[in-house]
């Protein structure tokens, strides 16, 4: 099974009218994708973008955000289980905007990853450290908590269904991005936690994607690192043919 993927997280960007021509752009430049290929949404567009990746495999949907708790009087809120029964597959948590404009942290993020995972969604779990962290050299030890929080209590069979996404907070959205050989020591550290916790066939079989100013005149380099397998994109994949490119440039490494 190939880990390879690319997800798109559009944050709180396009009407309806607009996410809904963006997809089919893509859609039409890409055509069949030589990866996996989702769409982060609003959660207003959820069900017609569905809508437009239904009957294609390569494609598919993620909520930006879902609610702990599988339902009750939680105005605003969206459940899992609301999710899987819109036709959604994944759900982005614990990107680090949520952390600092919503004060998530990784017990809370736990709850909804098991919540997910319960539900039958996958959870694309983000985790990263912030400039002043990678400064002082401590970011192996910080984002290794974020992630042993975040799993903690998961069973392997669990963990074998989430897909981590590294996104280093000084490189989201900044136009900065963290060179290849930095993503790649971060990603083997990962992968050699998971190893460790949860089995080396869990930790092999793992997507861990790279975040951070993802672009097409990066993306072929980054994802030729071994343990780099995919991106989790943000402004590029407000673009179509630059969320094209990235998705060409997923497709021609190695699985
Ligand atoms: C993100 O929001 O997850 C992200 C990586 O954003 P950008 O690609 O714009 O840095």
């Excluded at 999710?83 to 909804?112: Q, T």
Aim: glycine fraction near 8%; hydrophobic fraction near 40%.
């Amino acid at each position: 099974m190939s880990r390879t993927m690319v997800a798109g997280n559009w944050k709180m960007n396009t009407t309806p009218t607009q996410g809904t021509a963006l997809v089919r752009e893509v859609m039409e430049k890409v055509g069949n994708p030589p990866t996996k290929v989702v769409f982060g949404v609003p959660a207003i567009q959820l069900l017609a973008v569905q809508k437009l990746v239904e009957g294609h495999p390569n494609y598919a949907v993620a909520a930006q955000n879902m609610h702990q708790e599988q339902s009750g009087a939680y105005t605003g809120e969206i459940s899992a289980e609301m999710l899987v029964d819109a036709g959604i597959e994944y759900v982005i948590l614990g990107h680090s905007e949520r952390r600092d404009y919503f004060a998530e942290d990784d017990e809370l993020i736990n709850r909804k990853i098991i919540r997910a995972l319960e539900a039958g969604l996958t959870p694309i779990y983000c985790c990263g450290e912030k400039l002043d962290i990678r400064e002082a050299n401590n970011h192996e030890v910080v984002v290794g908590k974020q992630v042993e929080e975040a799993l903690s209590s998961l069973s392997p069979e669990q963990v074998a269904k989430i897909v981590i996404a590294y996104e280093p907070v000084w490189a989201i959205g900044t136009g900065v991005t963290a060179s290849k050989e930095q993503a790649q020591a971060m990603h083997d550290h990962i992968r050699r936690m998971i190893s460790n916790q949860f089995g080396s066939e869990v930790a092999a079989n793992m997507t861990i994607l790279y975040g951070g100013s993802v672009k097409p005149d990066n993306a072929t380099e980054l994802f030729a690192e071994p343990d780099v397998d995919g991106g989790l994109v943000g402004g590029a994949s407000l673009k179509a043919d630059d969320f094209a490119a990235i998705i060409q440039a997923a497709g021609s490494r190695r699985s």
